[in-house]
């Protein structure tokens, strides 16, 4: 009995390896998920573990269905930002440039299999990574904390719709069993009245 509960706790721990290492995993080509959300969560989950900021890319669709069929994601600091000049020329005080051409990227297609397979990998980035305690790239970078924001509030707003709907609800049961309640007391005044006016009538007659 000692040996079978030995041999389980064994698998459980090999198994809990596994996984915390499929976490750790690198991408590669040839790398497969079973959809494309799983693809994005899977390098949003490596680009925050390593130290930068995705950027969703390109995605090709299909011109029968408009089914995406392929998906590129890379480091935001891909490509670099246009130059504007300021009315005042070279005396306005230029904006940090968030980008710096690198060229860190993934591209997922959709297989036959109805798979999403890794068809190419660029893993280095020309700029540094930095890891912070709240999950985010490179100092400065916004995108990942408005996205948050951004999911937040929209959840939010539909938490108010619901209460506000809630409220008017409530608000017309109230309006209605009002009406109701009125429209009994009415019944009773109009009772009491009738009694009264009978009672008067039969002491007038003794």
């Known amino acids: ?19 915390k290492e499929d976490e750790n995993l690198e991408p590669y080509v040839g790398m497969e998920f079973e959809s494309e959300d799983e693809a994005r969560n899977y390098y949003v989950e490596y ?9 969703i ?10 089914r995406t069929l392929a998906r590129r994601l890379g480091c935001n600091k891909q490509g670099f930002s246009p130059s504007h000049k300021g009315p005042f020329g070279p005396d306005k005080k230029p904006r940090p440039c968030a980008r710096e051409g690198c060229k860190a990227t993934i591209l997922v297609k959709m297989e036959k299999s109805g798979k999403w397979v890794v ?12 890891v912070t305690t709240l999950g985010f790239g ?40 009002a009406e109701e309640l009125s429209s009994k007391v009415q019944v009773v005044v109009n009772n009491v009245r009738k009694l009264e ?6 002491s007038h007659y003794g």
């Open 1 to 19: 009995m000692e040996k079978e509960n030995g041999a389980a706790e064994s698998s459980t721990e090999e198994n809990l390896g596994m996984i």
């Open 47 to 55: 680009a925050r573990r390593v130290g930068f900021v995705v950027r």
């Open 57 to 66: 890319m390109q995605r090709r669709r299909s011109g029968v269905d408009g």
């Open 119 to 130: 068809s190419r990998f660029v893993k280095d980035h020309n700029h540094p990574l930095v």
């Open 138 to 177: 490179n100092t400065g970078d916004k995108d990942m904390k408005i996205e948050e924001l951004t999911k937040e509030l929209q959840r939010q707003e539909q938490l108010c719709a619901i209460y506000r709907q809630k409220l008017l609800d409530f608000l017309n049961n109230v309006e209605k069993e």
């Open 197 to 202: 006016s009978e009672g008067q009538k039969h």
